[in-house]
């Protein structure tokens, strides 16, 4: 992939302490990291290394230490750290799916509704399109027949097949996975790679997080952490 392409996400100077009663932890350390458009960037480390507090970073939903986070959406650049906690939850839930390996989808709503909440939640609700939508991302998936179950009443390759495409919901640039298949079987795993492949070629841009280094070849490009560093930045697969 030519460097020359601006990145999507810039991560600069990006550190992490939290407090505990030994005094400050440092989570990340440092962290200098460039994500470009379409990429399918791997974050591997092992448990405790950083790789959640990273995601976390990126997505907004914790706030740094020191350093900045830069994301370029729709030919401009948000600085993560300019804006205020209202605005950046209505950013994050335009511009980035989210996937999580305990899936995180709402129980007492059916499948339809819990693709469809991430419209509601940001301003992007409408009775008749936001239905129809949330079903052709189901079919997507291979799910719309079962539109009106609950999430009890499916597997778990199936609910995460779900969350993903309640991570499509608002058409984001940039999907974030942490761990989405470390619960998952081999078989639905590799379903779950398939779907990704999908979102690439329809030009999202994907981070996500794994301890299994033998997931490496999947992605477009790795890098590796440890103890809160990045310790290989790895290359193109």
């Avoid at 804006?83 to 950046?88: A, G, I, P, Q």
């Avoid at 052709?136 to 027949?145: G, H, T």
Wanted: proline fraction near 5%; hydrophobic fraction near 40%; aromatic fraction near 6%.
């Amino acid at each position: 992939m030519a460097k020359s392409i601006s990145p999507l996400i810039e991560l600069q100077g990006v550190t992490k302490h939290y407090h505990t009663k030994a005094g400050a932890f440092p989570a990340l350390k440092d962290i200098h990291l460039n994500v470009f458009p379409g990429e399918f960037l791997g974050v591997v480390g092992k448990s405790g290394a950083g790789k959640s507090t990273l995601l976390n970073m990126i997505t907004g939903v914790d706030q740094l230490t020191s350093g900045e986070i830069r994301l370029r959406t729709n030919g401009k650049i948000v600085n993560l750290t300019d804006l205020s906690e209202n605005d950046l939850t209505l950013w994050r839930g335009r511009t980035m799916g989210v996937i999580y390996q305990s899936f995180q989808l709402l129980p007492m709503l059916s499948l339809v509704q819990n693709v469809m909440m991430p419209m509601d939640m940001s301003g992007l609700y409408h009775p008749r399109k936001s239905k129809e939508r949330a079903l052709e991302l189901l079919d997507m998936v291979e799910l719309s027949d079962h539109a009106l179950k609950y999430p009890s009443q499916i597997s778990g390759g199936q609910q995460q097949r779900v969350a993903i495409a309640r991570a499509l919901a608002n058409d984001p640039p940039l999907i974030v996975a942490d761990e989405p298949t470390g619960s998952l079987d081999s078989v639905t795993a590799d379903h779950i790679f398939d779907l990704f492949q999908q979102l690439l070629q329809a030009d999202r841009t994907i981070v996500m997080v794994t301890h299994d280094q033998g997931l490496m070849p999947r992605f477009s490009r790795t890098v590796k952490i440890a103890d809160g560093e990045l310790v290989d930045e790895g290359s193109e697969l």
